[in-house]
């Protein structure tokens, strides 16, 4: 996979930082995005040098569509800067927030920030994104096992995630003649900050996790980013439009 590039969104921590650290190990550079924690992301960017490829860390909200122009003016800047290209090659659509909240007691502002990050941001930062895509190359959405099976507190999260799903249907469909391949992959529970790191800190939920998983554990974030790194290897070209769980075999 030499001389690919990928842009990841949320790649500071947890599975977006195991992306980009897999994709260098695969000898793929990358263009990851942090939030708020722009030293998280510098070390990032150190480890995949340590790795010999590329990365540059930009800034951004997944939230605010209205500055995705802007973003992707920065990402046509360091393609130029750091690879004299003007494309790059897999977009993964990683960044998202969680939300554990009983139906009955989610507000409208609740809703409306996790609808616009998980869901909304996907949305209009792919269409921002699209003319910097290089055809024949391939998109990954971040789902989660949540939108298959049903655990109360989930509601609108797991429904932010039922809709990547199905965006990820349709733009398999409409970007094939572009020979662009687009996945979702729905990750079980993984240890992570994601959710305050209840999965991770609290033992009685991580107890639970393992208990209903065919492998008998939860998953980490390793298991997350080598999935997708192999997702995007060439083997993997024929896969398309569909949705990957990858959770070591919760609720079977
Ligand atoms: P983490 O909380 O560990 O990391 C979240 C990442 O997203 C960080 O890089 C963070 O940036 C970034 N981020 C958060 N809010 C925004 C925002 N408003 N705009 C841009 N970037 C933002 O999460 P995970 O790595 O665990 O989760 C990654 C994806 O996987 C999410 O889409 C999540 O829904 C999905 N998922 C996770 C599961 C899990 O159990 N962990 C299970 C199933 C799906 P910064 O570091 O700067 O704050």
Not at 113 to 142: C, E, M, S, W, Y
Request: aromatic share 8%; charged share 20%; hydrophobic share 40%.
């Amino acid at each position: 996979m030499d001389n690919k590039i990928a842009l990841v969104t949320g790649g500071s921590r947890g599975l977006g930082k195991s992306t980009v650290l897999h994709l260098a190990q695969k000898g793929v550079d990358s263009i990851l995005t942090f939030h708020s924690k722009a030293d998280e992301a510098q070390q990032v960017v150190a480890e995949v040098g340590h790795k010999g490829r590329k990365a540059v860390a930009l800034q951004l909200d997944t939230g605010e569509t209205r500055n995705f122009a802007d973003f992707a003016e920065q990402v046509k800047t360091a393609l130029q800067d750091k690879w004299q290209r003007d494309s790059f090659d897999f977009l993964v659509n990683n960044a998202g927030i969680g939300l554990n909240s009983p139906f009955s007691e989610i507000s409208e502002d609740q809703f409306d920030h996790l609808i616009n990050i998980n869901f909304k941001g996907v949305f209009f930062l792919t269409q921002a994104l699209l003319p910097l895509i290089a055809d024949g190359g391939r998109i990954v959405n971040l789902s989660s096992g949540l939108a298959r099976f049903s655990l109360p507190g989930h509601s609108a999260y797991a429904a932010t995630k039922g809709a990547i799903d199905v965006l990820t249907r349709y733009l398999a469909k409409e970007l094939g003649d572009r020979r662009i391949c687009v996945n979702s992959v729905a990750p079980g529970a993984i240890e992570t900050d994601f959710g305050g790191g209840v999965v991770r800190d609290n033992q009685e939920v991580n107890d639970f996790i393992a208990s209903q998983t065919a492998l008998g554990r939860v998953g980490l974030p390793e298991d997350i980013g080598a999935m997708i790194a192999l997702l995007l290897s060439e083997g993997n070209r024929w896969i398309n439009g569909q949705r990957i769980e990858a959770s070591g075999g919760i609720f079977l």
